[in-house]
């Protein structure tokens, strides 16, 4: 079994660290910031094997150059953008296999949030960066709204037991939102009592996993009529598509 543990960055970043069991290697998810990369390396005495980047945006990739410095490893990344230092860019694709010690990873194309964001499945451990978060998703950076909206599908079709990790601690936030378009959902009003404890603990908010999101985050509840009639309201239009309900949706969430 991998042990994976949030390593904290900036505001209200996640950089995952992957253990793969029963070794102290270790996969290195989006590194925003070298410092407390290197840190947890160096008090843990694990050994760096890979750098996985989801997408390009800077909280994601300004510690790459720091860390290939100290560590003669290979970085894997979306193959659509541009990002400096990726030693392997990557597509859609089952069972890359980065070495013996871990498990086969399959990538996902999940574009919208930018235009060529990827997320990693490693057994049912999603690593899915700004696509999806917790009770929420990514804002529209460099893609239409209706390439987002498929990314979504594509991720609510995973096992329902999937794992989510995303890289932000955004989720109370979030659950805020989703009350103000579901009041009367118990379930969000149930995941935001825990995650308001978790946080006052200091703990993270993830990983979530897929049955929770959909029960619970308004971006993939989309054919739900509440969420509909809500973002109807909302945008004082009729709403015929679960995609124009999303992108209402998307748009509320920008300026709430």
Known sequence: ML???AIPAFKDNYIWFIQAQGSQQLLIVDPGDAEPVITAIERQGLVPVAILITHGCHDHVDGIERLLKRYDIPVY???NEFIPHISHPLGACDDLVIN???PSLRVLDIPGHTAGHIGFLIEDCLFCGDALFGAGCGRLHSGPADVL???LQQIAQLPLDTRVYCAHEYTQANLRFAAEIEPDNKKIQQRLKHTEQLRQRGLPSLPSHIALELDTNPFLRCDNEQV???AEQWSAQPLETK????????KWKDGF
Not at 243 to 250: C, E, M, P
């Open 3 to 5: 042990k994976i543990d």
């Open 77 to 79: 990344g979306p193959k």
């Open 100 to 102: 013996a010690h871990f």
């Open 149 to 151: 909206f498929q990314s």
């Open 228 to 230: 509909k009639k809500a």
């Open 243 to 250: 995609q124009q309900v999303f992108t209402a949706v998307r």
